[in-house]
Structure formats: structure tokens, C-alpha cells
């Protein structure tokens, strides 16, 4: 599935902030090189490498139209196209960073563990994911994607809770996570502009998959299924604004000794 770095920050300000929020709850890290999971178009990245300057710095996407944007501008970073369930950095590291990715990754229960042994003792894992799936605008998705004559194309590709709430996240990650193990939900009322704004957010993550595996007019006949329902949910408010509530889940742990 290609990825489109425009698409994807026609909100950039909503997109970005979760990632910015996330980066100021880091405190000191251990000596070590870091990395970024998911870097996009590589504004956190940048954030990240002039925090800490002295370090050596990796940032993976498996995009690369993402990547492309992200290294356009010369950095001593480096940029990785890699699949991020497969990636291995060659030590272990002081910090891996991953700003609403990580959802899109399945098995959860495999995968922090296999972050955190990545950690030198000490090391950070921050995290940042989508907890929306419950909200309206998924949930219309999912209907439309499976009531339509493209349901047989689509069903498979329809994913209904890939990121588990903070106490089974808690109990996965706490046997390998020092004390002070921090994790938080937060929910964001985005105040979007702009026609079919909800749709528009959407086409950049949630839908992309589903339009991607659509063509010609059986994909047009879908968006405007999609459309006509999420109007219906997120009606423009009289300042001509259409508000979003979104929820996000944040982690934040240390890895204990080895």
C-alpha cells in the first residue's frame, strides 16, 4: 500500500501534536544510539536528533514516498526502508520512538516484548496509537465496507480493535519494564476545516487500505457511501467547523536490566 505524504499531513498539526506530547514526557536516557519506528515524512525524527545531538540516530518507515520527503532535507540521520516487524538494529538501543504506527502492526502480545529486549538496561520504548476504533467514524467504515457490493473485497482487510486498552498494555509490558512504567489515554477534540473534513482525515490513514484494494467505480461508489454516512455523524457546526474527537493511548517504559 503506498503512502501519501501529502494526503497525510493535510492535518498536519492534529497528526503531529500526539508525537510532540509524547516527546515531552521523555526524560533522561541511557548512554546508546536511538531510532525511530515509522518515521513519515521525519518531523519527529528532526525533533529527536536535535534533543539529543551526540547520538546516532536511525529512522525506519517501510514507505518510500515517506522516505523520500523525509530525507530530502540533508540530516546526519539515517534513513531506513524496512519492514518494521523485521528490523533489527545492529546494538541495542537507548530509545526506540513510534508515533501512530504501531497500530497497524498485529500481535501485540510479540510485539513489545521484542521491543524492549532491543533496550539497553534503562532504555525507553514511546509509544503512541490510534484508540479510536469504537468511534463512529470506524465504526460506519466497517459498516459500509461490509454492506456493499465491494464487501467480498473488503471484509478482510476490516480491522476492528488492533490496539488493546491500558490494562491489558500494563500487564504485558510490566515484567520487562522498570518502575514507573507510564501509560495514559488522552482524548483530542480535532477542529477540522475544510468539505467532508472527517472523510479527508480519513483517506489519509483508516480508508487508505480499503480505497487502495478498490478500483474505478466500485471504489468511487464506496467513498461516497463512506461520505454521505459520516456527514450524517459529523455535522459542520455553525462556524463552518466539524469537531473529531480522537482517542490516543500513550506508553512510556524503561527496560529493566539484562
Not at 520512538?97 to 532504555?123: I, Y
Not at 465491494?150 to 488492533?162: K, V
Request: proline share 8%; charged share 25%; hydrophobic share 45%.
Amino acid at each position: 500500500m503506498a503512502w501519501d505524504p501529502a494526503t497525510y499531513l493535510r492535518f498536519s498539526d492534529e497528526r503531529l501534536r500526539p508525537g510532540f506530547d509524547l516527546l515531552a514526557r521523555l526524560g533522561d536516557l541511557p548512554l546508546g544510539p536511538l531510532a525511530e519506528l515509522g518515521c513519515g515524512t521525519g518531523v519527529h525524527a528532526r525533533a529527536i536528533a536535535e534533543r539529543w545531538p551526540d547520538r546516532s540516530f536511525t529512522a525506519v518507515d517501510s514507505s518510500p514516498e515517506m522516505l523520500k520527503q523525509a530525507s530530502a532535507t540533508p540530516s546526519p540521520i539515517r534513513w531506513v526502508e524496512a519492514d518494521l516487524t523485521r528490523w533489527m538494529p545492529p546494538e541495542k538501543l537507548a530509545l526506540i520512538f513510534s508515533n501512530a504506527v504501531m497500530q497497524w502492526v498485529d500481535d501485540h502480545a510479540m510485539l513489545f516484548p521484542r521491543l524492549m529486549k532491543m533496550l539497553v538496561p534503562g532504555g525507553v520504548l514511546a509509544v503512541q496509537m490510534p484508540r479510536n476504533f469504537d468511534a463512529a467514524s470506524h465504526v460506519l467504515m466497517r459498516e459500509t465496507a461490509a454492506a456493499g457490493p465491494w464487501a467480498t473485497t473488503l471484509r478482510p482487510l476490516l480491522r476492528h480493535d488492533p490496539v488493546e486498552g491500558p490494562e491489558i498494555t500494563y500487564d504485558r509490558l510490566a515484567p520487562l519494564a522498570r518502575e514507573g512504567l507510564d501509560i495514559w489515554e488522552t482524548e483530542y477534540l480535532h477542529v477540522l476545516s475544510g468539505e467532508d473534513a472527517v472523510l479527508t482525515w480519513m483517506r489519509g490513514t483508516a480508508l487508505r487500505p480499503l480505497l487502495t484494494a478498490l478500483e474505478g467505480a466500485e471504489r468511487d461508489g464506496f467513498e461516497r457511501a463512506v461520505a454521505e454516512r459520516l456527514r450524517r455523524a459529523y455535522p459542520r457546526r455553525a462556524d463552518g467547523h466539524t469537531l473529531l474527537p480522537f482517542r490516543r493511548i500513550f506508553i512510556v517504559a524503561r527496560a529493566k536490566g539484562n
